[in-house]
C-alpha cells in the first residue's frame, strides 16, 4: 500500500566523480536515501558543496556520462496496477520520455534556460506539443492556460513577449509553466527563488503551494535558507557534506531540530526576534564544509561542532537513527544534546 | 571546490602538462618537433660539411641518402639538407620577428581600443585600418606591399606583421573589454590606481595568455605567408634560400626530381601543422575558449 | 552619545541615462537615480535597502565616483567630491572603499593575497609612512578579519567564499577609509559564513568605529546590522528611519509590504496568489511627480498621483514619502 502514495524513493544513492579506483577520489554524495509522498513538498536544505544540486541533477538523469552513479531511483505508478520503474537502469530515451512528463525541473536562473530569440508562446507551444499530440492553435490556447495558472495577469500579452521583456519574478513564473506543462507528478526546484527579490520570491512560494494543491504534484525544493523552507515545507532533509543529516516532518524540524548542524543552521539565520529586540549578534560556528578530500572519518561534522564529544564522535561514520516519529537524525549524541 | 587534484595553472603549466606523460600526446610531439626544427635550423648548418652556397661540380641532382649528400643535391649541386636548413633559418626568422612585432603592436592597441584610453579619434582610426587589412585578402595585400616596398628580408617582416597584427588587436581588444567590466578592476580604479597602472598590472597580465595562443597560430600563418611570397619570387631573394624559394626552385624538376619539392613542402606542412597543435594545447590548457570555430 | 560627526553627505542625487535618438527611433531617458539626498555619521552602519533595479547599486557607485552623477553632492568629510577632476580625486580615492558581492570577481586571479592587500599600499605611499612597513600593515589587518599571516602567498581561488570575503574586506581596512561601501556583501556567502561575516562587520564597526553603507537586498540582515536603513523604490528614497523604528512602525506601504514578504520560520504561507503583470505594465512613468508605489498600492488615494516622492519628517528620524501620514502598518 506504502508504495502507491509514494512517488519516488531513493536509495543508497551515490555519485562519484573524477578517476576510477585506485586513485578515486570520494563520493560527491553518499548513501543517500529519502522518498516522497504524493502531494508533498520536501525542502533539500544545505550549504555549497553539501551535496543537494547533485542530487537533484542525479533525480533528473543530468549528471554527465563520466559521473560514477550507484543505488536506486525507483519512481511509483500513480495507479495500482502500474510498475515501478527504476530510474538508473533506464535507457537513455526511456529516460528522456520521463524528463519533463512524470518529472519536471525549474532552474536557478529562469534566463538561462529560456532561449532569448523565441517569444515566450513559442517555446510554451513547443513544449505542449513535444508532450502531447496538439494542433499549433490547441497548444496555444492550453500555453495561456498555463500562463494564467501561475498568476500572470495578460497571459495572451506574455504569450507574445520576449524572455528579455519579462522581469525575473515572470520568468521564472514561465519557467514553472513550462515545466508543468508535462503533467508532472514530480517538480524539482533548485533555488528557484535565490535569485529574485523578497516580495517576488514570497508570490514564488506561494504560488508553488497553490499548484501542489491543485495538482496534487509532489515537490523537491532545494535551497540553502531555512526561512524560506519553513514556508513551504512539509518535510525537511538537511544535507552536510555529502550525506543526509537529518530527515524529518517540517513541524517535528521546526519545533526540536536534533542535529547541532541544523541548529547552527537555524541560528545563524537572522530572525525576526533579534530584529525586535535589537539583538545584533549572531550565533556562528566556526569553519566551513570539509572539501571532498578533507572530510572527517567519523561524524562529518564533528570537527565544527560545539557538542562533539572526541571519544565518540571521531571514528566510524554514525548512522541516521530514529529521534522521534518521523524524524532521523545522523548524530549519536542528539538525546543529550536535545536534554 | 578545492579538493580535487590540483593542476598548475598559466602558461608553463599548459607547457609542462604537454611534456607529461600523461598529456596530450599529440601536442607533446608537436612541441617536440617544433623545439627540434628550431635547434636544428638554427645549429645544423654549422654543424654540416657543406655549406648552403657550396656548389659540387660533380654531383647534381643526387637522390636522398646517396653518398655524401643525406638529402641529395641540387641541380647545380648545392646540398639539400644544408639549403633546407638554411632555409628554415629564413623561414622561421621572418615568422618569428613579424609574430614578435605584430604580438606587441596588436597588444598595445588592442587595450587601447578596449578602455577607451585615446577616446573616439583612437578607436575610430585603429577600427578603420583593422577592417581595411581584413577586407583585403591577406596574399594580394602581401603581393601588392611586397611589389611597391621591393623584396628584401626586413621588408617582408614588416608586410607580414602588417597583414597579421590585427588578429591580435581583435583579440586583445575583447579581452580587455571584458577585464573592465570586472570587479577587480573597478576596484582598483575605487583604490586609487592610475590608468597605467591599471593597464600594466591589472589588464596586461590577464590579456597575455590569450594573446600568447593567437601568436601561436599567427607564427603559423606568418611561415605560411612568408612561403607564399617567396614562393612567388617577392620575398627572401637568391641565392638565399628560403622554403617558399626552394619550392619555386624546384617547381621546373617536379617531374624528374621530385624530392627537391617535397623536401621544402614537408618542411612547411609539418612545422605549420604541429605550431598549430602546439597552440591549441595551449589554449586548452589556459582554459581560453575557441573563439570561432 | 558624543557630538555626532557627519562623514557623507549625499544631496539631491540624480543619475540619469541617455540614448540619443538616432534612426527615426525617439532617444530614451532612464532616470536611474532620483533626487537622493542622505547623510552617514560617524561610527553609523546606513542601510540602502532596494530590490534589483532600484538603482542603489548605482548610488554606491556615484558615492564612490566610480560613475559620474548627473546632478547633486557627494561630500566626503566635508568636501565635496562630484566636480573634482580625475586626477584631484585619485588621492581622497584612500578615504573611501568598497566591498564587493562576489568576492571572486573582485580579485586579479593572478595577484597573491600579499600583492592585493600591498596594492593599496604602492598606491598611497603616505599610508605606508603614517602607519608603518607594508608586511606588518598586512599582517595587522589579516589579523584583524581573522585570517592566519601565513595566507599572503596564496591565491585568491585557494579560498571559500568565506575567506575570500575576509580578504575583501581587509584590502578595504587596509587603507583606513573614513566610508566603507558594502555592496550585497554577504548575498552570495551561505548561511552560516554570511552570519560570520556580519558579525565581524559588527566587531570591526565597534573595534574601528567605522562607517559603513550597507547596500543588500536582504532585510533580515540588514535588520540586524544597521543602524538606520533606507529603502528604495525606483531610483527614489521612501522611507528612511532608525531600524528598530522601521521594522516595527514602517510608515510607507511599500516598506511594509517589504516586511511581509520576508520569509520567516515558523509561518507557513497560505496558497493565495498575488497576480504578476507582464511587460511594464506596472511601470509608473518616470518624472510624473507621483509616488512610484501607487499602482500597487492598496491605500493609494487621488493624490499619490501627483505627490508622494518627497521625503518628510514624521517624527524624530523617520522620513517617509508616503502622503498618507494617518496610515498605522504592521511591522515585524
Request: proline residues 6%; glycine residues 8%; charged residues 20%.
Given at each position: 500500500?506504502?508504495?502507491?502514495?509514494?512517488?519516488?524513493?531513493?536509495?543508497?544513492?551515490?555519485?562519484?566523480?573524477?578517476?576510477?579506483?585506485?586513485?578515486?577520489?570520494?563520493?560527491?554524495?553518499?548513501?543517500?536515501?529519502?522518498?516522497?509522498?504524493?502531494?508533498?513538498?520536501?525542502?533539500?536544505?544545505?550549504?555549497?558543496?553539501?551535496?543537494?544540486?547533485?542530487?537533484?541533477?542525479?533525480?533528473?538523469?543530468?549528471?554527465?556520462?563520466?559521473?560514477?552513479?550507484?543505488?536506486?531511483?525507483?519512481?511509483?505508478?500513480?495507479?495500482?496496477?502500474?510498475?515501478?520503474?527504476?530510474?538508473?537502469?533506464?535507457?537513455?530515451?526511456?529516460?528522456?520520455?520521463?524528463?519533463?512528463?512524470?518529472?519536471?525541473?525549474?532552474?536557478?536562473?529562469?534566463?538561462?534556460?529560456?532561449?532569448?530569440?523565441?517569444?515566450?508562446?513559442?517555446?510554451?507551444?513547443?513544449?505542449?506539443?513535444?508532450?502531447?499530440?496538439?494542433?499549433?492553435?490547441?497548444?496555444?490556447?492550453?500555453?495561456?492556460?498555463?500562463?494564467?495558472?501561475?498568476?500572470?495577469?495578460?497571459?495572451?500579452?506574455?504569450?507574445?513577449?520576449?524572455?528579455?521583456?519579462?522581469?525575473?519574478?515572470?520568468?521564472?513564473?514561465?519557467?514553472?509553466?513550462?515545466?508543468?506543462?508535462?503533467?508532472?507528478?514530480?517538480?524539482?526546484?533548485?533555488?528557484?527563488?535565490?535569485?529574485?527579490?523578497?516580495?517576488?520570491?514570497?508570490?514564488?512560494?506561494?504560488?508553488?503551494?497553490?499548484?501542489?494543491?491543485?495538482?496534487?504534484?509532489?515537490?523537491?525544493?532545494?535551497?540553502?535558507?531555512?526561512?524560506?523552507?519553513?514556508?513551504?515545507?512539509?518535510?525537511?532533509?538537511?544535507?552536510?557534506?555529502?550525506?543526509?543529516?537529518?530527515?524529518?516532518?517540517?513541524?517535528?524540524?521546526?519545533?526540536?531540530?536534533?542535529?547541532?548542524?541544523?541548529?547552527?543552521?537555524?541560528?545563524?539565520?537572522?530572525?525576526?526576534?533579534?530584529?525586535?529586540?535589537?539583538?545584533?549578534?549572531?550565533?556562528?560556528?566556526?569553519?566551513?564544509?570539509?572539501?571532498?578530500?578533507?572530510?572527517?572519518?567519523?561524524?562529518?561534522?564533528?570537527?565544527?561542532?560545539?557538542?562533539?564529544?572526541?571519544?565518540?564522535?571521531?571514528?566510524?561514520?554514525?548512522?541516521?537513527?530514529?529521534?522521534?516519529?518521523?524524524?532521523?537524525?545522523?548524530?549519536?549524541?542528539?538525546?543529550?544534546?536535545?536534554? | 571546490?578545492?579538493?580535487?587534484?590540483?593542476?598548475?595553472?598559466?602558461?608553463?603549466?599548459?607547457?609542462?602538462?604537454?611534456?607529461?606523460?600523461?598529456?596530450?600526446?599529440?601536442?607533446?610531439?608537436?612541441?617536440?618537433?617544433?623545439?627540434?626544427?628550431?635547434?636544428?635550423?638554427?645549429?645544423?648548418?654549422?654543424?654540416?660539411?657543406?655549406?648552403?652556397?657550396?656548389?659540387?661540380?660533380?654531383?647534381?641532382?643526387?637522390?636522398?641518402?646517396?653518398?655524401?649528400?643525406?638529402?641529395?643535391?641540387?641541380?647545380?649541386?648545392?646540398?639539400?639538407?644544408?639549403?633546407?636548413?638554411?632555409?628554415?633559418?629564413?623561414?622561421?626568422?621572418?615568422?618569428?620577428?613579424?609574430?614578435?612585432?605584430?604580438?606587441?603592436?596588436?597588444?598595445?592597441a588592442g587595450i587601447l581600443t578596449g578602455t577607451g584610453l585615446g577616446g573616439w579619434p583612437v578607436r575610430w582610426l585603429l577600427q578603420a585600418i583593422v577592417s581595411l587589412t581584413l577586407c583585403f585578402p591577406a596574399i594580394f595585400l602581401l603581393l601588392t606591399l611586397a611589389s611597391i616596398m621591393g623584396p628584401s628580408v626586413p621588408t617582408i617582416i614588416i608586410i607580414i606583421s602588417f597583414?597579421?597584427?590585427?588578429?591580435?588587436?581583435?583579440?586583445?581588444?575583447?579581452?580587455?573589454?571584458?577585464?573592465?567590466?570586472?570587479?577587480?578592476?573597478?576596484?582598483?580604479?575605487?583604490?586609487?590606481?592610475?590608468?597605467?597602472?591599471?593597464?600594466?598590472?591589472?589588464?596586461?597580465?590577464?590579456?597575455?595568455?590569450?594573446?600568447?595562443?593567437?601568436?601561436?597560430?599567427?607564427?603559423?600563418?606568418?611561415?605560411?605567408?612568408?612561403?607564399?611570397?617567396?614562393?612567388?619570387?617577392?620575398?627572401?631573394?637568391?641565392?638565399?634560400?628560403?622554403?617558399?624559394?626552394?619550392?619555386?626552385?624546384?617547381?621546373?624538376?617536379?617531374?624528374?626530381?621530385?624530392?627537391?619539392?617535397?623536401?621544402?613542402?614537408?618542411?612547411?606542412?609539418?612545422?605549420?601543422?604541429?605550431?598549430?597543435?602546439?597552440?591549441?594545447?595551449?589554449?586548452?590548457?589556459?582554459?581560453?575558449?575557441?573563439?570561432?570555430? | 552619545?558624543?557630538?555626532?560627526?557627519?562623514?557623507?553627505?549625499?544631496?539631491?542625487?540624480?543619475?540619469?541615462?541617455?540614448?540619443?535618438?538616432?534612426?527615426?527611433?525617439?532617444?530614451?531617458?532612464?532616470?536611474?537615480?532620483?533626487?537622493?539626498?542622505?547623510?552617514?555619521?560617524?561610527?553609523?552602519?546606513?542601510?540602502?535597502?532596494?530590490?534589483?533595479?532600484?538603482?542603489?547599486?548605482?548610488?554606491?557607485?556615484?558615492?564612490?565616483?566610480?560613475?559620474?552623477?548627473?546632478?547633486?553632492?557627494?561630500?566626503?568629510?566635508?568636501?565635496?567630491?562630484?566636480?573634482?577632476?580625475?586626477?584631484?580625486?585619485?588621492?581622497?580615492?584612500?578615504?573611501?572603499?568598497?566591498?564587493?558581492?562576489?568576492?571572486?570577481?573582485?580579485?586579479?586571479?593572478?595577484?597573491?593575497?600579499?600583492?592585493?592587500?600591498?596594492?593599496?599600499?604602492?598606491?598611497?605611499?603616505?599610508?605606508?609612512?603614517?602607519?608603518?612597513?607594508?608586511?606588518?600593515?598586512?599582517?595587522?589587518?589579516?589579523?584583524?578579519?581573522?585570517?592566519?599571516?601565513?595566507?599572503?602567498?596564496?591565491?585568491?581561488?585557494?579560498?571559500?567564499?568565506?575567506?575570500?570575503?575576509?580578504?575583501?574586506?581587509?584590502?578595504?581596512?587596509?587603507?583606513?577609509?573614513?566610508?566603507?561601501?558594502?555592496?550585497?556583501?554577504?548575498?552570495?556567502?551561505?548561511?552560516?559564513?554570511?552570519?560570520?561575516?556580519?558579525?565581524?562587520?559588527?566587531?570591526?564597526?565597534?573595534?574601528?568605529?567605522?562607517?559603513?553603507?550597507?547596500?543588500?537586498?536582504?532585510?533580515?540582515?540588514?535588520?540586524?546590522?544597521?543602524?538606520?536603513?533606507?529603502?528604495?523604490?525606483?531610483?527614489?528614497?521612501?522611507?528612511?528611519?532608525?531600524?528598530?523604528?522601521?521594522?516595527?512602525?514602517?510608515?510607507?506601504?511599500?516598506?511594509?509590504?517589504?516586511?511581509?514578504?520576508?520569509?520567516?520560520?515558523?509561518?507557513?504561507?497560505?496558497?493565495?496568489?498575488?497576480?504578476?503583470?507582464?511587460?511594464?505594465?506596472?511601470?509608473?512613468?518616470?518624472?510624473?511627480?507621483?509616488?512610484?508605489?501607487?499602482?500597487?498600492?492598496?491605500?493609494?488615494?487621488?493624490?499619490?498621483?501627483?505627490?508622494?516622492?518627497?521625503?518628510?519628517?514624521?517624527?524624530?528620524?523617520?522620513?517617509?514619502?508616503?502622503?498618507?501620514?494617518?496610515?498605522?502598518?504592521?511591522?515585524?
Amino acid at each position: 500500500m506504502t508504495t502507491r502514495d509514494t512517488v519516488l524513493e531513493v536509495d543508497g544513492l551515490s555519485v562519484g566523480f573524477g578517476p576510477q579506483a585506485p586513485n578515486a577520489l570520494p563520493p560527491v554524495i553518499e548513501d543517500v536515501s529519502f522518498s516522497v509522498r504524493r502531494g508533498e513538498i520536501v525542502c533539500l536544505v544545505g550549504e555549497s558543496s553539501s551535496g543537494k544540486s547533485v542530487t537533484s541533477l542525479a533525480l533528473m538523469g543530468l549528471l554527465p556520462p563520466s559521473a560514477r552513479i550507484t543505488g536506486e531511483i525507483m519512481l511509483h505508478g500513480r495507479e495500482a496496477g502500474e510498475p515501478s520503474l527504476d530510474l538508473l537502469q533506464l535507457s537513455r530515451r526511456a529516460r528522456n520520455r520521463i524528463r519533463g512528463h512524470r518529472i519536471s525541473m525549474v532552474f536557478q536562473d529562469p534566463m538561462n534556460c529560456l532561449d532569448p530569440i523565441f517569444s515566450i508562446g513559442n517555446q510554451l507551444v513547443e513544449i505542449l506539443r513535444w508532450h502531447n499530440a496538439l494542433s499549433r492553435v490547441e497548444a496555444w490556447r492550453q500555453g495561456i492556460g498555463y500562463l494564467h495558472a501561475v498568476g500572470i495577469n495578460q497571459p495572451d500579452v506574455c504569450m507574445k513577449r520576449m524572455p528579455h521583456e519579462l522581469s525575473g519574478g515572470m520568468r521564472q513564473r514561465v519557467m514553472i509553466a513550462m515545466a508543468l506543462a508535462g503533467k508532472p507528478e514530480l517538480l524539482i526546484a533548485d533555488e528557484p527563488t535565490t535569485a529574485l527579490d523578497v516580495t517576488v520570491q514570497a508570490q514564488v512560494l506561494d504560488l508553488l503551494l497553490r499548484l501542489r494543491t491543485q495538482t496534487g504534484m509532489s515537490v523537491i525544493f532545494i535551497t540553502h535558507n531555512l526561512a524560506v523552507a519553513s514556508r513551504i515545507a512539509d518535510r525537511i532533509i538537511v544535507m552536510y557534506a555529502g550525506q543526509i543529516v537529518e530527515n524529518s516532518s517540517a513541524e517535528s524540524f521546526f519545533t526540536r531540530p536534533a542535529m547541532p548542524y541544523s541548529r547552527a543552521l537555524l541560528d545563524a539565520l537572522p530572525t525576526v526576534d533579534m530584529i525586535r529586540q535589537g539583538q545584533k549578534r549572531l550565533k556562528t560556528i566556526s569553519g566551513n564544509v570539509p572539501g571532498l578530500a578533507e572530510r572527517p572519518a567519523g561524524c562529518r561534522f564533528f570537527p565544527r561542532c560545539v557538542h562533539g564529544v572526541a571519544a565518540m564522535c571521531d571514528s566510524g561514520s554514525p548512522v541516521l537513527q530514529s529521534a522521534g516519529a518521523d524524524h532521523l537524525v545522523r548524530c549519536r549524541r542528539w538525546e543529550e544534546i536535545s536534554a | 571546490m578545492t579538493g580535487f587534484v590540483r593542476r598548475s595553472r598559466g602558461l608553463m603549466g599548459a607547457l609542462t602538462r604537454m611534456v607529461m606523460p600523461d598529456g596530450d600526446r599529440v601536442a607533446t610531439v608537436s612541441l617536440v618537433f617544433v623545439l627540434g626544427m628550431i635547434v636544428a635550423c638554427t645549429a645544423g648548418p654549422w654543424l654540416l660539411p657543406f655549406s648552403a652556397r657550396h656548389i659540387d661540380l660533380q654531383h647534381h641532382f643526387l637522390p636522398p641518402f646517396s653518398g655524401a649528400h643525406l638529402l641529395g643535391t641540387d641541380e647545380i649541386g648545392r646540398d639539400s639538407l644544408a639549403r633546407l636548413l638554411m632555409g628554415g633559418r629564413a623561414s622561421l626568422e621572418v615568422g618569428l620577428i613579424a609574430t614578435g612585432i605584430s604580438a606587441t603592436i596588436g597588444t598595445f592597441a588592442g587595450i587601447l581600443t578596449g578602455t577607451g584610453l585615446g577616446g573616439w579619434p583612437v578607436r575610430w582610426l585603429l577600427q578603420a585600418i583593422v577592417s581595411l587589412t581584413l577586407c583585403f585578402p591577406a596574399i594580394f595585400l602581401l603581393l601588392t606591399l611586397a611589389s611597391i616596398m621591393g623584396p628584401s628580408v626586413p621588408t617582408i617582416i614588416i608586410i607580414i606583421s602588417f597583414v597579421i597584427w590585427t588578429e591580435t588587436t581583435r583579440v586583445a581588444d575583447i579581452q580587455t573589454r571584458t577585464l573592465m567590466q570586472k570587479d577587480f578592476v573597478t576596484a582598483a580604479i575605487g583604490m586609487g590606481a592610475t590608468p597605467f597602472y591599471i593597464i600594466t598590472r591589472e589588464i596586461l597580465p590577464n590579456v597575455l595568455p590569450a594573446v600568447t595562443v593567437t601568436s601561436t597560430l599567427n607564427l603559423a600563418r606568418a611561415i605560411l605567408l612568408e612561403s607564399y611570397v617567396s614562393y612567388l619570387g617577392y620575398g627572401v631573394q637568391p641565392p638565399d634560400p628560403s622554403w617558399g624559394s626552394l619550392l619555386n626552385n624546384a617547381q621546373e624538376y617536379l617531374v624528374s626530381d621530385p624530392w627537391l619539392a617535397i623536401l621544402p613542402g614537408l618542411a612547411i606542412t609539418l612545422t605549420v601543422t604541429a605550431i598549430g597543435f602546439v597552440g591549441e594545447a595551449v589554449r586548452d590548457g589556459l582554459g581560453l575558449k575557441r573563439e570561432r570555430a | 552619545m558624543t557630538v555626532q560627526e557627519t562623514i557623507l553627505s549625499v544631496r539631491n542625487l540624480n543619475k540619469v541615462y541617455e540614448t540619443p535618438a538616432a534612426w527615426g527611433r525617439a532617444g530614451t531617458r532612464t532616470h536611474v537615480v532620483h533626487d537622493v539626498s542622505f547623510d552617514i555619521q560617524r561610527g553609523e552602519i546606513l542601510g540602502l535597502m532596494g530590490e534589483s533595479g532600484s538603482g542603489k547599486t548605482t548610488i554606491g557607485r556615484l558615492i564612490l565616483q566610480l560613475l559620474h552623477a548627473t546632478s547633486g553632492q557627494v561630500a566626503l568629510e566635508g568636501c565635496d567630491l562630484c566636480g573634482m577632476t580625475t586626477q584631484a580625486l585619485r588621492p581622497l580615492r584612500a578615504r573611501m572603499q568598497m566591498i564587493f558581492q562576489d568576492p571572486l570577481f573582485a580579485f586579479n586571479p593572478r595577484h597573491t593575497v600579499h600583492q592585493i592587500l600591498g596594492t593599496p599600499l604602492r598606491l598611497h605611499p603616505e599610508l605606508v609612512e603614517r602607519h608603518g612597513p607594508v608586511d606588518e600593515q598586512i599582517r595587522h589587518v589579516l589579523s584583524q578579519v581573522g585570517l592566519p599571516a601565513d595566507v599572503v602567498h596564496r591565491y585568491p581561488k585557494a579560498f571559500s567564499g568565506g575567506q575570500r570575503q575576509r580578504i575583501g574586506i581587509a584590502r578595504a581596512l587596509i587603507m583606513r577609509p573614513s566610508l566603507i561601501v558594502a555592496d550585497e556583501a554577504t548575498s552570495a556567502l551561505d548561511v552560516c559564513v554570511q552570519a560570520q561575516i556580519l558579525n565581524l562587520l559588527l566587531d570591526l564597526r565597534d573595534e574601528l568605529d567605522l562607517t559603513i553603507l550597507f547596500i543588500a537586498h536582504d532585510l533580515t540582515a540588514m535588520g540586524l546590522v544597521c543602524d538606520r536603513v533606507a529603502v528604495m523604490l525606483r531610483g527614489r528614497i521612501v522611507e528612511i528611519a532608525p531600524t528598530s523604528e522601521l521594522f516595527s512602525r514602517p510608515r510607507h506601504p511599500y516598506t511594509a509590504s517589504l516586511l511581509q514578504a520576508i520569509p520567516r520560520i515558523g509561518t507557513k504561507a497560505m496558497p493565495g496568489v498575488a497576480p504578476c503583470m507582464p511587460g511594464k505594465g506596472t511601470q509608473v512613468q518616470d518624472g510624473d511627480g507621483g509616488c512610484p508605489f501607487r499602482m500597487s498600492c492598496r491605500w493609494a488615494v487621488a493624490q499619490c498621483a501627483h505627490n508622494g516622492t518627497a521625503l518628510r519628517l514624521l517624527e524624530k528620524d523617520h522620513w517617509s514619502a508616503c502622503v498618507r501620514e494617518d496610515l498605522d502598518l504592521p511591522g515585524l
